[in-house]
């Protein structure tokens, strides 16, 4: 039986540079570089910054998934990159190394959006998704409710997004209040260790019955646990931060998980894939496969390694498109750095017909 061409994706579109070559669905290696120590002492990304690196990182992570997947440019096969949402500098720099790939290798060129990118994340780990499936998307950037059918061919149906901030903007901006290091996330999520959930009583936004089932808002929520921290400050008092940070990270996995189960039960849908970096999460995850299991709904996470930004996920959206036929991209294709997700591939799947 033929094989279908080695898919090398490359990811660029925030802090992390990635590279991974997928063939037939299977992870055959990746590699990633951080410029996330670079960002630390501003508290956040600086994009300059995250772009330069992407400059320096690139070739050398593209030959490291190479190596790690003992394999030589001349076995890929086709060329997948993020082209949107992400920072604009940062995506170009992925583009045009991606570009310059396909160009000189003579290889197709696959746009994919990055949100698309984590949810094949995990196809690479528990094969291909059920159809259809809910799916939770937490990132940094984005927190959406997703019904999705056949990922590279069929619109992406939004049963709910946040109205403001992501699930991990938040965790990110709480921890700075609380004085614990970039990125939050993961901080909030070692601190939140040692503290007790129940010590404070955090809003859960959007759950009363008027609200939308499936929309969120975690702006309130990071208000509220900065008023809190504020009060502790007022009272000269020491502020008791694993406490707040286990029950800042209750709040949001109380949130995420309840709506996404509900979606589940409303659509009779029996599974739930949760992705991106919020993904990650310790009580995101136990909550999720708690309630899914008194629910009997089968939950899908992707190993940790996979929930965060990397060259993998593009991958394996570019091999899913590969063998869907859809059409490559031209090479004057860019980036869209804020590009809503509705297909998985930055570009029509199929070309229109030329008016005569
Ligand atoms: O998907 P991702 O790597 O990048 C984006 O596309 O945004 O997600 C990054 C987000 C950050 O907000 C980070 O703080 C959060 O994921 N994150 C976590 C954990 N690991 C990463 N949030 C909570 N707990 C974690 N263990
Ligand atoms: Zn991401």
Same mark, same amino acid.
């Given at each position: ?9 490359i ?13 037939d ?13 670079e ?25 490291q ?29 992925g ?67 946040t ?63 900065a ?13 008791p931060?694993? /406490?707040?940070? @286990?029950? !800042?990270?209750? #709040?949001?996995?109380?949130? $995420? *998980?309840?709506?996404?189960? &509900? %979606? ?64 490559p ?6 980036? /869209?750095?804020? @590009?809503? !997700?509705?297909? #998985?591939?930055?570009?029509? $799947? *199929?070309?229109?017909?030329? &008016? %005569?």
């Amino acid at each position: 039986m033929a094989t279908s061409p080695v898919v090398l994706g490359i990811e660029s579109s925030c802090d992390e540079t990635g590279a991974g070559l997928v063939q037939d669905g299977r992870l055959l290696g990746h590699a990633l570089s951080s410029s996330m120590e670079e960002h630390a002492r501003y508290g956040g990304v600086v994009p300059e910054i995250a772009a330069r690196a992407h400059v320096h990182a690139l070739m050398p992570v593209v030959h490291q998934a190479l190596e790690n997947a003992q394999l030589t440019m001349g076995d890929i096969g086709a060329v997948a990159v993020t082209t949107g949402p992400g920072l604009s500098g940062a995506l170009q720099v992925g583009l045009a190394g991606a570009k310059g790939l396909a160009y000189s290798l003579g290889l197709p060129l696959y746009g994919v959006h990055h949100l698309a990118g984590h949810v094949a994340a995990d196809t690479l780990e528990h094969g291909p998704l059920p159809d259809p499936c809910v799916v939770l998307i937490v990132s940094g950037g984005h927190t959406s409710l997703l019904l999705v059918r056949d990922l590279v061919r069929d619109p992406i149906v939004h049963l709910g997004d946040t109205l403001d901030d992501a699930a991990g903007e938040c965790f990110d901006k709480v921890a700075r209040v609380f004085g614990l290091p970039y990125p939050g996330g993961p901080a909030i999520d070692r601190t939140a260790r040692d503290g007790d959930p129940a010590s404070v009583r955090f809003p859960r936004p959007l759950t009363g019955p008027r609200d939308a089932r499936y929309a969120f808002s975690f702006s309130g929520l990071k208000t509220a646990a900065a008023r809190w921290a504020e009060w502790h400050q007022a009272q000269g008092l020491d502020l008791p931060v694993a /406490d707040g940070a @286990a029950a !800042l990270q209750e #709040a949001v996995a109380d949130v $995420l *998980t309840r709506k996404a189960v &509900a %979606a589940c039960q409303e659509h009779q849908v029996d599974t739930l894939v949760v992705v991106g970096g919020v993904a990650a999460n310790s009580r995101v995850r136990s909550l999720a496969e708690q309630r899914c299991q008194d629910k009997g709904i089968t939950l899908r996470v992707p190993p940790l390694r996979l929930c965060t930004d990397n060259g993998a996920m593009i991958a394996a959206v570019g091999d899913l498109l590969v063998r869907s036929g859809a059409q490559p991209a031209p090479l004057d294709l860019s980036i /869209d750095p804020s @590009a809503p !997700l509705e297909y #998985a591939a930055l570009t029509p $799947l *199929t070309t229109e017909p030329q &008016a %005569a």
